[in-house]
Protein backbone atom coordinates (compact mmCIF):
# COMPACT_ATOMS: atom_id res chain seq x y z
CA UNK A 1 0.00 0.00 0.00
CA UNK A 2 1.55 3.35 -1.08
CA UNK A 3 1.24 6.75 0.72
CA UNK A 4 1.96 10.06 0.37
CA UNK A 5 1.77 12.09 3.71
CA UNK A 6 2.77 15.42 5.03
CA UNK A 7 5.59 15.32 8.03
CA UNK A 8 6.60 17.70 11.18
CA UNK A 9 9.76 18.54 12.80
CA UNK A 10 9.56 15.04 14.72
CA UNK A 11 9.83 13.36 11.59
CA UNK A 12 12.67 15.10 9.85
CA UNK A 13 14.85 12.36 9.99
CA UNK A 14 13.25 10.35 7.71
CA UNK A 15 14.17 13.36 5.13
CA UNK A 16 17.57 13.13 6.52
CA UNK A 17 18.05 9.03 6.27
CA UNK A 18 16.31 9.44 2.24
CA UNK A 19 18.94 12.24 1.16
CA UNK A 20 22.16 10.53 3.09
CA UNK A 21 20.75 7.73 0.86
CA UNK A 22 20.43 9.79 -2.85
CA UNK A 23 22.84 12.10 -2.71
CA UNK A 24 25.73 10.57 -2.88
CA UNK A 25 24.37 8.26 -6.23
CA UNK A 26 22.48 11.49 -7.68
CA UNK A 27 25.47 14.35 -6.92
CA UNK A 28 28.78 11.78 -6.80
CA UNK A 29 30.01 12.62 -10.58
CA UNK A 30 28.73 16.41 -10.26
CA UNK A 31 30.17 17.27 -7.22
CA UNK A 32 33.79 16.95 -5.47
CA UNK A 33 33.58 14.47 -2.06
CA UNK A 34 33.80 17.62 -0.39
CA UNK A 35 31.10 19.88 -1.59
CA UNK A 36 29.03 17.10 -1.10
CA UNK A 37 29.53 16.33 2.49
CA UNK A 38 29.85 20.28 3.19
CA UNK A 39 26.25 20.27 1.62
CA UNK A 40 24.75 17.66 3.49
CA UNK A 41 26.03 19.10 6.85
CA UNK A 42 24.59 22.57 6.01
CA UNK A 43 21.37 21.76 4.58
CA UNK A 44 20.58 18.52 5.81
CA UNK A 45 21.09 18.77 9.66
CA UNK A 46 18.10 18.37 11.55
CA UNK A 47 18.23 21.60 12.64
CA UNK A 48 19.18 23.18 9.44
CA UNK A 49 15.30 20.90 8.30
CA UNK A 50 13.98 22.26 11.09
CA UNK A 51 14.60 25.65 10.19
CA UNK A 52 13.04 25.71 7.01
CA UNK A 53 9.64 24.28 7.98
CA UNK A 54 10.31 27.42 10.87
CA UNK A 55 10.06 29.55 7.15
CA UNK A 56 7.35 27.88 5.44
CA UNK A 57 8.78 24.60 3.81
CA UNK A 58 6.40 21.67 4.26
CA UNK A 59 7.82 18.10 3.71
CA UNK A 60 5.85 14.72 2.14
CA UNK A 61 6.99 11.41 2.51
CA UNK A 62 6.13 8.77 0.22
CA UNK A 63 6.20 5.09 1.61
CA UNK A 64 5.21 1.79 0.74
CA UNK A 65 4.25 -0.79 3.07
CA UNK A 66 5.02 1.83 5.88
CA UNK A 67 8.70 2.19 4.02
CA UNK A 68 9.89 5.40 3.38
CA UNK A 69 11.26 5.51 -0.32
CA UNK A 70 11.07 9.08 -1.30
CA UNK A 71 9.99 12.69 -0.02
CA UNK A 72 8.92 15.77 -1.53
CA UNK A 73 9.80 19.32 -0.09
CA UNK A 74 7.57 22.29 -0.63
CA UNK A 75 6.60 26.18 -0.11
CA UNK A 76 4.25 28.80 -1.34
CA UNK A 77 4.36 32.24 -1.52
CA UNK A 78 8.35 32.68 -2.60
CA UNK A 79 6.90 33.65 -5.93
CA UNK A 80 3.67 34.99 -6.86
CA UNK A 81 0.98 32.41 -7.86
CA UNK A 82 3.55 30.08 -7.71
CA UNK A 83 4.71 26.53 -5.81
CA UNK A 84 8.52 26.14 -5.21
CA UNK A 85 9.78 22.47 -5.17
CA UNK A 86 12.36 22.74 -2.94
CA UNK A 87 13.54 19.08 -2.38
CA UNK A 88 12.48 15.95 -4.66
CA UNK A 89 14.46 12.64 -3.86
CA UNK A 90 13.72 8.84 -4.30
CA UNK A 91 15.87 6.48 -3.01
CA UNK A 92 18.13 4.89 -6.05
CA UNK A 93 17.06 1.44 -5.73
CA UNK A 94 13.42 3.01 -5.79
CA UNK A 95 14.01 4.83 -8.79
CA UNK A 96 12.24 4.06 -12.20
CA UNK A 97 9.13 3.11 -10.42
CA UNK A 98 7.16 6.51 -10.90
CA UNK A 99 7.55 7.56 -7.39
CA UNK A 100 9.22 10.86 -8.48
CA UNK A 101 6.10 10.73 -10.82
CA UNK A 102 3.69 10.50 -8.03
CA UNK A 103 5.17 13.13 -5.72
CA UNK A 104 5.46 15.44 -8.72
CA UNK A 105 2.05 15.00 -9.16
CA UNK A 106 1.24 15.42 -5.36
CA UNK A 107 2.89 18.79 -6.03
CA UNK A 108 0.97 19.77 -8.77
CA UNK A 109 -2.16 18.83 -7.37
CA UNK A 110 -0.84 20.99 -4.21
CA UNK A 111 -0.33 23.54 -6.25
CA UNK A 112 -4.10 23.46 -7.82
CA UNK A 113 -5.47 22.99 -4.08
CA UNK A 114 -3.65 26.64 -2.78
CA UNK A 115 -5.12 28.47 -5.87
CA UNK A 116 -1.86 28.71 -7.53
CA UNK A 117 -0.67 28.31 -11.08
CA UNK A 118 2.54 27.36 -10.96
CA UNK A 119 4.76 25.05 -9.63
CA UNK A 120 8.78 26.01 -10.14
CA UNK A 121 11.90 24.62 -9.00
CA UNK A 122 15.78 24.12 -9.20
CA UNK A 123 17.59 21.53 -10.63
CA UNK A 124 21.46 21.53 -10.69
CA UNK A 125 22.47 22.07 -14.60
CA UNK A 126 24.04 18.53 -15.16
CA UNK A 127 21.72 16.49 -12.87
CA UNK A 128 20.57 13.89 -15.22
CA UNK A 129 16.84 14.46 -13.34
CA UNK A 130 16.87 17.93 -15.62
CA UNK A 131 15.61 15.00 -18.25
CA UNK A 132 13.01 13.61 -16.04
CA UNK A 133 11.47 17.05 -15.62
CA UNK A 134 11.56 18.25 -19.10
CA UNK A 135 9.74 14.46 -19.55
CA UNK A 136 7.04 15.69 -16.95
CA UNK A 137 5.94 18.92 -19.06
CA UNK A 138 8.45 21.39 -17.33
CA UNK A 139 10.88 24.30 -19.01
CA UNK A 140 13.59 26.07 -18.04
CA UNK A 141 12.91 29.51 -17.09
CA UNK A 142 16.27 30.47 -16.45
CA UNK A 143 19.89 29.87 -15.51
CA UNK A 144 20.85 30.38 -11.94
CA UNK A 145 24.16 30.29 -9.88
CA UNK A 146 24.12 30.38 -5.94
CA UNK A 147 26.94 31.05 -3.73
CA UNK A 148 26.20 28.58 -0.73
CA UNK A 149 29.54 29.62 1.18
CA UNK A 150 33.48 27.83 1.55
CA UNK A 151 34.49 28.75 -2.54
CA UNK A 152 31.17 26.50 -3.68
CA UNK A 153 28.53 27.68 -5.86
CA UNK A 154 25.45 25.72 -6.89
CA UNK A 155 24.79 25.81 -10.67
CA UNK A 156 21.00 25.41 -11.40
CA UNK A 157 18.51 25.65 -13.91
CA UNK A 158 15.22 26.87 -12.57
CA UNK A 159 12.40 25.11 -14.51
CA UNK A 160 8.76 25.59 -14.40
CA UNK A 161 5.57 24.10 -15.13
CA UNK A 162 2.34 26.27 -15.61
CA UNK A 163 -0.88 24.41 -14.71
Not at 42 to 51: G, N
Not at 91 to 105: A, H, S
Amino acid sequence: MENILEIGKKDLNIVQKIVFGTWPVAYGEILSQEQLTYMLNKFYTIESLESTIDVGHRYFIYSENDIPLGFLGVQAGLEPDSLKIHKLYVLPENQGKNIGLKLFQYAENLTKSLNLSRVFLNVNRFNKAKNFYEKIGMNICKVEDIEIGNGYLMEDFVMEKNL
